[in-house]
């Protein structure tokens, strides 16, 4: 049974990159970890440590616009979607503030508990308890596409890597 020989500096360098991008892919679903930040951070510690050759550079270009884009879509598209529901920006403020409390109280899943439930507390203020449900049921739906957004972003970041990583060796 051959092995990876750890003492070879570029291996160890892709061993750990690999790692980072997998931790980056499994902080998406958990959103304890900044997910696809990490993706990025594995790939930039690849091409900058690693001594794969010129390819790794356009391997990082890509996977910093995949990144970037996955980023800013993630934040734009669901508030937009959020506000095309009719939620007003006070509510989804009071979500974000109790999504952050969340994510301190309750491990793993507070964010995305405090932020709907955010949503939920201010809408039933503003619209009465009967109509509250329906801006809640977008904020879930937001949230959801945030999530996905994320997944395919980090997924696309980590596919990039590994050709990368095929092409470069």
């Known amino acids: 049974?051959?092995?990876?020989?750890?003492?070879?500096?570029g291996a160890t360098i892709t061993l750990i990159s690999g790692l980072v991008v997998l931790t980056g892919v499994l902080g998406v679903v958990i959103p304890l970890l900044?997910?696809?930040v990490l993706?990025?951070?594995?790939v930039l510690c690849w091409?900058?440590?690693?001594d794969a050759g010129a390819g790794r550079w356009l391997a990082?270009?890509?996977?910093?616009?995949?990144?970037?884009?996955?980023?800013?879509?993630k934040y734009l598209w669901p508030g937009r979607q959020m506000r095309n529901a009719g939620v007003p920006i006070a509510s989804m403020l009071t979500g974000g503030v109790l999504g952050v409390v969340g994510f301190f109280v309750v491990p793993v899943v507070g964010l995305v508990l405090g932020f709907v439930l955010g949503i939920w507390i201010a809408e039933r203020a503003?619209?009465?308890?009967?109509?509250a449900w329906p801006s809640t049921r977008g904020a879930l739906a937001a949230v959801g596409m945030s999530l996905l957004i994320e997944f395919a972003a980090a997924l696309g970041v980590a596919v990039i890597w590994v050709f990368g990583l095929v092409l470069t060796s």
């Not at 049974?1 to 500096?9: A, I, Q, Y």
């Not at 091409?47 to 690693?50: D, F, P």
């Open 34 to 36: 900044p997910g696809l």
């Open 39 to 42: 993706c990025w951070l594995g």
């Open 60 to 73: 990082l270009a890509l996977a910093t616009v995949v990144a970037a884009a996955g980023l800013l879509t």
């Open 47 to 50: 091409a900058l440590l690693g």
């Open 1 to 9: 049974m051959s092995g990876m020989d750890l003492s070879d500096t």
């Open 126 to 131: 503003r619209l009465g308890p009967g109509r």
